[in-house]
């Protein structure tokens, strides 16, 4: 027993060097543009957690009653955003079983929201028609895991598109990441359909 | 063969505390290293699974799945934590300091302490390996525990208020950058200790060997009576100074968040007590992990008899010592 209990300690304590923690925290909502049936974007909106969102208003200042000008974000977007560029800026699509490669978003934009959070928003161009049984996934997390990225209650909408012609669920999956192994992925899945 | 299965799964399990290690950098300024790319990794080989409803037989493991859970629960609270601590010490600020007020940001942020250190980071391999190379009693593990969780706040405070000083713009970023700096001293230092724990640590099997040579050409056969059994015949010899300053000054990257927090809100005072409290609980955390390192590591020890605990002992203390060098050197490959 005493051997048992020794063993499974060391076990403990082996998996406890594992892995890391998060240090930002991120709400998310993913709305897709659709414009005569064609998915022309995936937008993304991220609202941040208050130490990150001082650490940037500490920096660039807290706009115009949370409204930035356009220099300001240009700053903000060169500053605290375009580096991740090098981790697909959080952002996994996948279109029809078929992964998208995100390596360059448009219309990045940064305010602060009426709770004084701050907020990103930006646009994954797509340009692809709609099928009938078109299906869009988006998961969005930070394989360093430096950012702990969830998706928020209202977690996705789409524009442009009637709500009886499309259905959207959130799915939870386990995946996994360089160094840490095995963590928790969610995804908004969306399946459209044509006449 | 059942003490053979024993080493094998003992030598496994200390391993196992040091094989991924934790580099911690800030996605949003600093520029990736080798094992953060996406491109990078998967050159590498390492497994990476585009494609959300991809799942592998581990993944559906029950292993996997209390990990994955634990992890996301723990998160989740810290989320959650780290929202209430931000918007009490932003009422705070805007609205003064009340008895409730400095009572909701001291628990708040032991809490807080606590919880961020559960998860693992903050180099607790290190501690780890110090404490199983070295010869270390309960109560230097408690020392230890604090004194890292000090260190790592002291100096996040440090480089946060050093930057605010020097630097008037890109706050954030600087601090970042000064943060992989430290990493990377700390991880030069972490080569050099843990070079010359292993150097230590030969030298004694090769002084002993020589000795156990020499009594055992006695005639008659002496006792031998230097390092003969498992029992630790040394108290812990110093070595902790070294290592917790080379680990303690790499910042706490949710300290120096608070700690910029603080300051943009101009509630410096506020922010250092709310430092304080959570280095109390990421204090706590380490001193208990390393508490229970020393212990486990007794107890294991004396599941052997007295030569092969002694021959298991002096190698897990060298095992210890390459841990802590391989700690530096891989850490410091992932960071240049």
């Known amino acids: 027993m005493r051997r048992a209990i020794a063993i499974l300690s060391l076990a403990v304590i082996a998996t406890g060097s594992l892995s890391a923690h998060p240090h930002v925290w991120i709400d998310s909502r993913v709305e897709v543009e659709v414009s005569e ?24 200042g807290r706009g115009q009653s949370g409204e930035y000008s356009d220099s300001e974000i240009d700053s903000i977007r060169r500053g605290a955003f375009e580096n991740l560029r090098h981790y697909e800026y959080f952002t996994h699509i996948e279109l029809n079983g078929r992964s998208v490669t995100v ?93 | 063969m059942r003490r053979m299965y024993r080493r094998s799964l003992l030598i496994v399990l200390v391993a196992l505390t040091v094989v991924p ?8 300024f600093d520029e990736p290293r080798a094992r953060d790319r996406t491109d990078s990794a998967a050159e590498s080989g390492l497994e990476m699974e585009h494609g959300p409803m991809r799942s592998t037989r581990w993944g559906d493991g029950v292993i996997a799945r209390l990990w994955a859970d634990t992890v996301r629960s723990i998160s989740s609270r810290q989320r959650d934590l780290n929202n209430r601590l931000g918007l009490l010490l932003r009422n705070v600020s805007e609205s003064g300091v009340t008895a409730s007020g400095w009572l909701g940001v001291l628990g708040f942020s032991f809490v807080f302490g606590v919880l961020h250190a559960v998860l693992p980071g903050h180099r607790k391999s290190v501690l780890i390996s110090y404490c199983v190379a070295d010869r270390a009693r309960v109560v230097h593990g408690v020392a230890l525990g604090f004194l890292f969780a000090v ?31 430290t990493q990377i001293v700390s991880s030069v230092l972490l080569v050099a200790i843990g070079a010359v724990f292993c150097y230590l640590t030969t030298r004694e099997i090769v002084r002993h060997m020589r000795h156990k040579s020499h009594e055992h050409s006695r005639p008659g056969g002496a006792v031998c009576g230097v390092l003969h059994g498992g029992d630790s015949v040394h108290p812990t010899t110093g070595k902790w100074v070294p290592v917790v300053l080379s ?50 590591k007794g107890r294991v020890l004396a599941l052997f008899d007295r030569k092969a605990g002694h021959m298991l002992h002096v190698g897990v203390e060298l095992a210890g010592g390459i841990m802590i060098l391989g700690v530096g050197a891989i850490t410091l490959m992932l960071l240049v």
């Open chain 2, 151 to 181: 260190m790592h706040a002291v100096s996040a405070v440090v480089i946060v208020f050093a930057t605010v000083s020097l630097v008037e713009v890109s706050l954030g970023s600087s601090v970042a950058r000064v943060s992989r700096i």
């Open chain 2, 21 to 28: 290690l934790s580099v911690r950098s800030n996605p949003f």
């Open chain 1, 37 to 60: 049936n064609r998915i022309e974007a995936v937008r993304a909106n991220w609202s941040f957690d208050p130490m990150f969102t001082e650490m940037i208003a500490l920096d660039y």
């Open chain 1, 103 to 195: 390596d360059s978003v448009e219309r990045f934009s940064a305010r602060l929201n009426s709770d004084s959070f701050l907020e990103y928003s930006f646009e994954v161009p797509l340009g692809v028609p709609i099928e009938d049984g078109t299906t869009l996934k988006v998961s969005m997390y930070d394989e360093t895991f430096f950012t702990d990225i969830a998706y928020r209650d209202d977690y996705a909408g789409v524009y442009g598109m009637p709500e009886a012609r499309y259905g959207k669920r959130l799915t939870r999956e386990r995946h996994s990441i360089p160094i840490w192994g095995y963590m928790t992925r969610e995804t908004v899945e969306f399946v459209f359909e044509v006449d």
């Open chain 2, 247 to 296: 680990t303690g000054i790499i910042p706490c990257p949710i300290t120096t968040s608070l700690m910029l927090f603080a300051v943009s809100v101009n509630a410096v005072y506020l922010g250092l007590v709310a430092v304080i409290a959570l280095s109390a609980g990421l204090g706590v955390a380490l001193a208990a992990l390393a508490v229970l390192t020393i212990l486990v």
